[in-house]
């Protein structure tokens, strides 16, 4: 008999084909482990050597900010596990934005955690769908994942506090309409430092900036975003994807000894302009009808 005419066969070979699919285009960054390591204070980086994962240590419990791709979850946990803390101590699970290769292990790290989820609100949609609900990728069942409930939506400007730590959430849109961008002190040698973790000012191949039936704004929330990440103070510069901060090249400057390699203003700059010059450039092209 064909799988066709067994219909949950056929289902879980379709779902099978879609996750192939998606690991197949991965990039080998994304799943590669990579020490976990502190940054700086109580902030620490479990994440692959892309895909950017971050521990937030209190005395009240953990925040982990990016649960990455659903693959992803055993790799945290180990991370977590190497630095000495428990996976199980996580009370609080943030992302960067609403795509597969951020939120895809919510589901499975509030499964196996408890943890409380909290999701800006123009993302929360897409997260609560599994992605469905994306104004891009909606309709690629290879950019889904599975589905998370969400137990705090989050605003522009709402503060998350746990055990001492207050992290800012920036809603910095455009690569999702619910991009958000984190902000929290930390003390380093007596002085506290201005830690930003860039939600994504990436313009992705295929969006459309001009006429977007499904995203009307996205033009105008990108350029909003960038005038948010322009003004906000930075000592400590990280993203969501550690090739965002160099972070391959600044761990091996700190096991060669090096001191506050993370500390990086001017990098933070630089890499805003960078991006905002090559989303005016894109605007540019789209805007003269160029395809």
Sequence with gaps: MSLRNRPGRFLLFVVFLACASQLMALNPSWTKPFPPHRIAGNLYYVGSEDLASYLIVTPKGNILINSSLQASVPLIRSSIRQLGFKFSDT???????????????????????????????????????????????????????PPAKVDRILHDGDRVRLGGVVLTAHKTAGHTKGTTTWTMDELQGGKALHVVIVGSPN??????????????????????????????????????????????????????????????????????????????????????GNP
């Design 91 to 145: 009370n609080i699970l943030l992302i960067s934005h609403a795509h597969f290769d951020h939120c895809g292990g919510s589901a499975k790290v509030k499964q196996l955690t408890g943890t409380k989820y909290f999701v800006m609100d123009a993302d929360v949609p897409v997260v609560e769908s599994g992605g469905k609900e994306d104004f891009q990728y909606g309709a690629d069942p290879t950019m889904q994942f």
């Design 203 to 288: 313009v992705n191949s295929g969006y459309k900036l001009v006429n977007n039936r499904a995203y009307p704004q996205i033009a105008e929330d990108y350029k909003h975003g960038f005038q948010i990440l322009m003004a906000l103070p930075c000592d400590i510069f990280l993203g969501a994807h550690g090739s965002y901060y160099g972070m391959v090249q600044k761990y091996a400057r700190m096991k060669r000894g090096e001191k506050q390699v993370f500390v990086d203003p001017d990098g933070y700059k630089s890499y805003l302009s960078e991006r905002e010059h090559a989303f005016e450039a894109e605007l540019a092209r789209q805007s003269a």
